[in-house]
């Protein structure tokens, strides 16, 4: 019987204030937290500033680790659109970084986390975070929060798989939003 194939996985809850990220690894069904973080950017800094440390830390994590896949949090239109555009443009560095270092990108909505994390698509925040300390055997929960978050976005794609995510696109331009290769925009 062959040995099981170790697969590593990089859950990120981008933000431009601050990008959480967590790295497991998948071994069978068995899974292990390897590690987990954030990245940090004062305010007042200049925003260009900020994308830069953040893309320059992910590049950083990325060249340590050397993740099979990456993972990360679909944006969602929020009720401040300004945070919204800051937090698209640091999950943009970040996917740079993907992109630049080879590593594919997959994308689930909050939903779809939720529900490979706890089994109930409409968990609550203490839930998943109980269920990310239960299933990597972790003592303490990670804080911040948009560190359990990361690792939770690892965690749903190393439950679901590749051939089930969905590669991460760029809202309603691409894929299930209605994009064909063939027909262009419908």
Do not use: W
Not at 84 to 89: K, L
Request: net charge positive.
């Amino acid at each position: 019987m062959a040995e099981p194939v170790t697969k590593t996985y990089i859950g990120i809850d981008p933000g431009y204030a601050i990008t959480g990220y967590g790295i497991i690894s998948k071994t069978g069904s068995k899974l292990k937290c390897i590690d987990y973080g954030a990245i940090t950017t004062k305010a007042g800094v200049d925003f260009p500033e900020r994308l830069l440390t953040i893309n320059q830390q992910i590049k950083g994590i990325l060249e340590i680790y050397k993740p099979d896949y990456m993972s990360v949090e679909e944006l969602f239109l929020m009720h401040n659109k300004t945070t919204a555009i800051g937090t698209a443009q640091a999950r943009g560095v970040v996917l740079v970084e993907a992109a630049r270092a080879g590593i594919p990108v997959y994308e689930f909505t909050p939903g779809q986390v939720k529900l490979a994390v706890t089994g109930y698509g409409k968990a609550d925040k203490n839930q998943v975070s109980q269920m990310v300390k239960s299933l990597l055997g972790l003592k303490e929960m990670p804080k911040p929060d948009d560190v359990t978050d990361a690792l939770a976005i690892a965690i749903c794609l190393a439950h679901t798989g590749t051939d089930f995510a969905g590669k991460a696109v760029s809202g309603y331009q691409y894929g299930r939003y209605g994009y064909s290769k063939r027909n262009g925009y419908m």
